[in-house]
């Protein structure tokens, strides 16, 4: 049973490795980028008011990403564990975050930095962009989510850093061997992956 958060620059492979840790320890992975792009296709009202954002690279409005986070969460998969993947993004998602946590009186047991070049990053999405067509992939708009990223997210680790819950892993490699970093980098503060038998 593990609360983990995935943290990193787009491009970094966070939606990979989010799939891959959350079959290993037996947990959701809840991505609100992932949840934003489901809503758009079904052209729900959320989907609706998140695409022009997501379109631009711009963080959807932390009015809405909130509320959806709060409802994901209150789910019963979500109970005994979860990975977090592309959300807190911004200080007041934190807070909203902190606040949901101590009053279902959980925590989080580690945050997982990505760390990636961002000009090895651009290069990834721009393959991305051809392989899934995502529209937000396009080289103007990669660029700006890094600035996002950077302005808006990047300032999330030293805050977790400041808790004692911050876990850097090098997310340039093999896909294999940055899961088996992550895993070996979790082990050593003493989370370890589920027995077999219990999963
Ligand atoms: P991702 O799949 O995490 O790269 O997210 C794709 C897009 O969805 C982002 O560029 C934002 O527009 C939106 N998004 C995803 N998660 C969040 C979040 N936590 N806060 C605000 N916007 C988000």
């Known amino acids: 049973m593990s609360r983990l958060l995935l943290i990193g620059p787009p491009g970094a492979g966070k939606g990979t490795q989010a799939a891959r840790l959350a079959a290993a320890y037996g947990i959701p992975a809840i991505s609100t980028g992932d949840i934003f792009r489901s809503n758009v296709k079904n052209e729900t ?12 690279g711009d963080n959807v409005p932390d009015s809405l990403t909130n509320d959806l986070l709060r409802h994901r969460l209150a789910e019963p998969d979500a109970q005994s564990g979860f ?27 580690a945050v997982v930095e990505l760390e990636a070049d961002p000009e090895i990053v651009i290069g990834r999405l721009r393959k991305r962009a051809t392989e899934e067509g995502r529209s937000d992939d396009n080289e103007g708009v990669v660029r700006h989510r890094l600035e996002v ?39 050593v503060r003493g989370i370890a992956l589920p027995d077999a038998a219990t999963r």
């Open 149 to 187: 990223y950077r302005e808006q997210t990047e300032p999330l680790i030293d805050i977790y850093d400041g808790r004692g819950s911050l876990v850097r892993i090098d997310a340039l490699g093999e896909i294999d061997d940055v899961t088996a970093r992550i895993i070996e980098a979790l082990l």
């Open 45 to 56: 009202p959320l989907g609706t008011l998140a695409k022009a954002y997501m379109d631009a």
């Open 83 to 109: 990975l977090l993947d592309g959300y807190p993004r911004t200080t007041d998602q934190v807070r909203e975050l902190d606040e949901f946590l101590q009053s279902h009186g959980t925590a989080l047991d």
